[in-house]
Structures are given as C-alpha cells and as structure tokens.
C-alpha cells in the first residue's frame, strides 16, 4: 500500500501511554479519594459528586499522558493507521454526499494498550479491534497487527487497512441508523437469530470495507501488487470456521464464516456501490 508520506489524520487519540494502577489512573482514586469521600459524608456532602469529578480527571490525565515519540518502537504504525484514517474519512465525506446527499461525521481512532475505557465499557485488547457506538470510536491494540501477522498468517500493511476499514464500516452502519435497528430486532430475538444477525452486519461491514477500497484506489491510487490478496487473505483467516478449527457449531457464528467475509470484501469492492450494502441482509443466511 502506498502510504508512507502522505496526509494523516486529525483523528487519531493514542492512549497507549496511560498509566494504571491497581487503584485507577496515576494520580486519582486510591486511599486519598476515600478518606476525602469519607469526610465529605460526615459533613453532610454528596460523595458521588466527587466520584464524578474524579472520574472526569482521570479522562483527562489519559489523554495528556503519551509515549515520548523518540521511545516508540510503534511510531511508524501510528503514522500508517493515521494515514489510513484520512483515506477513509476522504472516501466515506465523497460517498454520503454523492450517493447520499448528506455530510459524514468522522470517527476518531482510539490507540490503547492492554486495555481501555469506552462508552461500551471496560475492554481489554483480548477482544481485537472494536468499534464502540456510544462514542463513535474505533478502539486498536497494536498488539492485534502482530497476532494478525503471526497467529493468523495474514501479513501486509493492506491487510491492517482491512481491518481499520471494516471497523469503520461499523460506523458508517451507525451513522445510516443500522446499527441500532439491527440492536432492537436481536434483543426480541433467540440466541440464533442474534447470532444471524451478528453475522449479516459483519459481512455487511466487510462489504463497506471493500467499497471503501475500491473508491480509495480510484481517487488516491493507493494499492500495489499483492494488496487486495493480502486483504483477501485476512478476511479468509479471521473467519469463524477458521478461528475456531470447526470446533463451534455454526449457529454459534457471529461473524461468519472465512468464504462468506472474502466474498461480501470482494462484492463491495467489485461494485463500490452503496446501494448493495443490504444483500448480506437480503439473503438466507444459509445461502451464504
């Protein structure tokens, strides 16, 4: 992927370097906080105020407390997804307003280690990447790229933009309202069915991803050989069949399955239409 040098984003939030302690942050909670919460109750105060005020602090110490960029190993992968992030911010702005007459509200990119603090609540990197509603953040641990290289067998910087850009397409399904109508139909639903439609909004994001690529290449002409094979490859290894080892029945699936995610990547970035975002829905899940 053609990446090095070019326009990054504004949107890129590193916590990597926040510091934690068994009580919170550095700097808050702790002994002190509750002799003070102590105190307050006795003089007649509302010790959850305080706890507001405290928890407000620490949001803001993690975001001041950063790896010196001379120490980081990872400063050229921060670079890379930052640039990332502008393609898709660049390409989704163009796609809702030509084919959706309306404006894209950018996502920010949220960098952690080990684990992090979002509106969906506590999250450890054992989770992979995650995109969080609540907040319209997509959350990454560097530590996935290496386990995609590695564990998954899925190399190569385009196969990293994959995995950015299918997050993104959660938010894309989050700004358009889907996300949260396909919310409402699985909390009425069995465990299957919300399995099923786990999976149709996954393929759906995979589909997104691949327009997304598709619309890059053709306005910044970003890919080189091997890349949509890369992409390809990683859909093809993070599949649930293939996570799994067939292990887990198929109504346990929740992401589909390692044909289903390289075929919808590969529909949206045949047809860069937005218009086809609904077949994963549309069709049987059993057909997929």
């Avoid at 105020?49 to 010196?68: F, I, N």
């Avoid at 684990?115 to 969080?132: D, L």
């Avoid at 887990?248 to 086809?276: I, P």
Wanted: aromatic fraction near 8%; charged fraction near 25%.
């Amino acid at each position: 992927m053609r990446w090095e040098g070019r326009e990054q984003s504004t949107n890129v939030e590193d916590r990597r370097g926040m510091a934690m302690a068994a009580g919170g942050l550095i700097g808050g909670g702790g002994i002190g906080t509750i002799v003070l919460m102590l105190i307050m109750m006795f003089l007649g105060a509302n010790p959850q105020q305080l706890m507001e005020q405290v928890g407000q602090q620490q949001e803001q110490d993690a975001t001041r407390v950063r790896l010196a960029p001379e120490n980081d190993p990872d400063a050229p992968l921060v670079e890379f997804v930052s640039v990332v992030m502008k393609d898709t911010e660049d390409v989704w702005a163009k796609l809702f307003r030509e084919q959706l007459g309306s404006r894209y509200q950018e996502p920010k990119l949220v960098l952690f280690k080990g684990e992090v603090r979002s509106a969906c609540g506590q999250a450890t990197a054992a989770v992979g990447p995650f995109y969080c509603p609540g907040d319209s953040n997509v959350y990454l641990d560097f530590d996935f790229f290496r386990e995609l290289k590695k564990r998954f067998q899925a190399p190569g910087d385009f196969a990293m933009a994959y995995v950015i850009a299918h997050e993104v397409g959660h938010h894309v399904q989050n700004q358009l309202g889907l996300s949260a109508k396909i919310q409402g139909m699985q909390n009425r639903a069995g465990e299957v069915e919300r399995n099923q439609l786990s999976v149709r909004l996954e393929l759906q994001a995979d589909y997104l991803a691949g327009v997304w690529a598709k619309h890059a290449q053709e306005t910044k002409q970003i890919l080189e050989a091997g890349d949509i094979g890369e992409a390809m490859n990683a859909a093809t290894q993070i599949g649930d069949d293939k996570i799994t080892g067939g292990r887990v029945r198929k109504e346990k699936f929740t992401h589909g399955t390692s044909q289903q995610r390289k075929k919808w990547y590969a529909a949206g970035l045949a047809s860069g239409d937005l218009q086809g975002m609904m077949k994963p829905f549309e069709v049987e899940f059993d057909a997929l």
